[in-house]
Nanobody
Framework: QMQLVESGGGLVQPGGSLRLSCSAS????????IGWFRQAPGKVREGVSC????????NYADSVKGRFTASRDNAKKTVYLQLDNLKPDDTAVYYC????????????????????WGQGIQVTVSS
């Protein structure tokens, strides 16, 4: 079993930045690709980003491309999502999730085949 815990969320003004962390325990992290998802009230869950187990491949939703950056430190069992130039539309609960090895360019954003999910953390972008 793996436990994933998100941290680093909060309230930020438009144009500001946050760095989300997804910390893993229970299993080694370096087998698992990590996806980031978000869900705003009244909206469907949206795939935001995915980073492969090695960190060599990343995927981003068009809505965040150029503003969000995924990275990972397997030795620290932590994956990061840097959120820059935040917009009010980025307001949501953000979740990290683990799937084996690779993201899969055509499927990572669907939320399928993720074995473990974190509990989520709130990000609010407001002036």
């Amino acid at each position: 079993q793996m436990q994933l815990v998100e941290s680093g969320g909060g309230l930020v003004q438009p144009g500001g930045s946050l760095r989300l962390s997804c910390s893993a325990s229970g299993l080694t992290l370096d087998y698992w690709a990590i996806g980031w998802f978000r869900q705003a009230p009244g909206k469907v869950r949206e795939g935001v980003s995915c980073i492969s187990a090695s960190g060599g491949s990343t995927n981003y939703a068009d809505s965040v491309k150029g503003r969000f950056t995924a990275s990972r430190d397997n030795a620290k069992k932590t994956v990061y999502l840097q959120l820059d130039n935040l917009k009010p539309d980025d307001t949501a609960v953000y979740y990290c999730a683990a799937r084996p090895q690779v993201c899969g360019s055509s499927i990572w954003y669907k939320g399928l085949e993720y074995n473990y999910w974190g509990q989520g953390i709130q990000v609010t972008v407001s002036s």
